[in-house]
């Protein structure tokens, strides 16, 4: 993935950190789902992440199409007081009408 982020990847509004350090910062994650805007044709990309017995913490990412690749913003990074559900099914889900 790391050849595919184009530049700085944008987190919390003002902070840049590098292509790598994002996916330092993912590494123990998994791809929870991807969402489409049908409007806009935004997509959101959702990690979660388990941190311990019941703790976890979620990741949610602005992916933008840029001219070598894709632009990263975070949007949020949430660590919560449960656990991380189970991954049972692909990020890319079947969409459903």
Do not use: H
């Not at 700085?8 to 590494?27: E, R």
């Not at 913003?73 to 660590?79: G, I, P, Y």
């Amino acid at each position: 993935m790391l050849p595919l982020i184009v530049g700085k990847v944008l987190v919390g509004g003002a902070q840049n950190i590098s292509g790598q350090d994002f996916l330092k910062k993912i590494a123990p994650c998994y791809l929870r789902r991807v969402y489409k805007n049908d409007q806009s044709g935004e997509l959101l990309a959702t990690w979660m992440c388990a941190e311990g017995q019941s703790k976890s913490r979620v990741v949610i990412a602005k992916v933008a199409e840029a001219t070598a690749g894709v632009a990263l913003t975070v949007e949020l990074e949430q660590r919560n007081a449960r656990p991380a559900p189970a991954r049972v099914e692909s990020a890319f889900a079947n969409e459903r009408n």
